[in-house]
């Protein structure tokens, strides 16, 4: 009976360490990309490995530790080679890195999204060093492998509350297939775009991400959700724009610290309404990679792509339904 309260006690309550945490892994990162002069040791995903993992009530993502970090080593590396060995157009490596992130889920029967962000974080920015792998391997290794110690500590063997989401229907693989290759066309489409106006990042990774997590869904979702979850993503890239452009370029802060402030005000959000979205994490936490010629509109593109996505996602969703199936609600 006590066990059953201590374990009811640390299922509901709240996760201000662990959200401490997050934020230290994210001023760890930022800080080291700055000692070491190298920015691709930034990888954005982790803001949203450190929510979906540590912050949030539940884990969204149905995958076991182990097989996350070969997920994400392998995708990290698929996107790498796709920028690094494979000589044709920008359209081409795109495709071939959502290929990558797709074949993971399909293989591998999860729901773990962030592969999308691993493989395709390389083609949209044009490129990355070798430190981008050395960062993938570090930071998502060490999040996602820490995260039983960092929920549940010494107790955790004894009393280990349910943090990961039960398991759920997935889709069939002939419409799961179906419903990636749609939404490949709409990413293609909007990539072309977003290259031709110079300006990639309206296909933001983390915003792949979000949309992926949508398209494979199998249950109806409430468009008010949907409209949330636009809302939040919005914010996350003014936050984390913002806290580069007023606290580091302005005020002269350390880039460490004010994207940790960034990750925080995500975090901070998403308590104040109840609204667990992990990538909004990575969109925020990216506002430090890109180049600062284009944090003054990132915001900017980064709603457009909010808006491009996420009305591809649901344009996918009904278009590959079947008769009678219901997949939107009011």
Known sequence: MRE???????TERPVQWESVFALGVAALMVGAAGFFHEKDIIFPEVGALTIGFWAAPACPWQVSGRKAVVMMLAAALAG???????????????????????????????????????????VVLRGTEPAYLVSVAVFATAVILSTGWIKWGRRGRRVRPERI??????????????????????????????????HTLLIA?????????????PS???????????????AAAVFGAGCRLALTLTLGLAPWLTAAVALGLVLAVSWRFGLWFPPAGAVAVLAYLIPQAAV????LWAGFGVIGLGVSAVAVRLMTKKAGEKLLRL
């Open 165 to 198: 989401s039960p398991p759920g229907p997935l889709l069939e693989t002939r419409v799961q297939f179906l419903r990636f290759g749609v939404f490949l066309a709409f990413v293609l489409i909007l990539g072309i775009i977003g290259e031709k106006l110079g």
């Open 80 to 122: 790498f080679c796709a920028v690094h060995f494979l000589p044709a157009p920008f359209a081409v490596q795109l495709a071939a890195a959502f290929c990558a992130g797709t074949a993971l889920i399909m293989a591998s029967r999860t729901r773990f999204y962030p592969v999308f962000s691993a493989a395709m974080l390389p």
């Open 220 to 234: 109806p979702i409430p468009l008010a959700n949907l409209l949330k979850i636009g809302g939040l993503c919005l």
């Open 4 to 10: 059953d309260k201590d374990k009811a006690r640390l």
């Open 296 to 299: 003054r509109s990132y915001p």
């Open 205 to 217: 990774p983390p915003l792949i991400v979000g949309a992926a997590g949508i398209v494979d869904d």
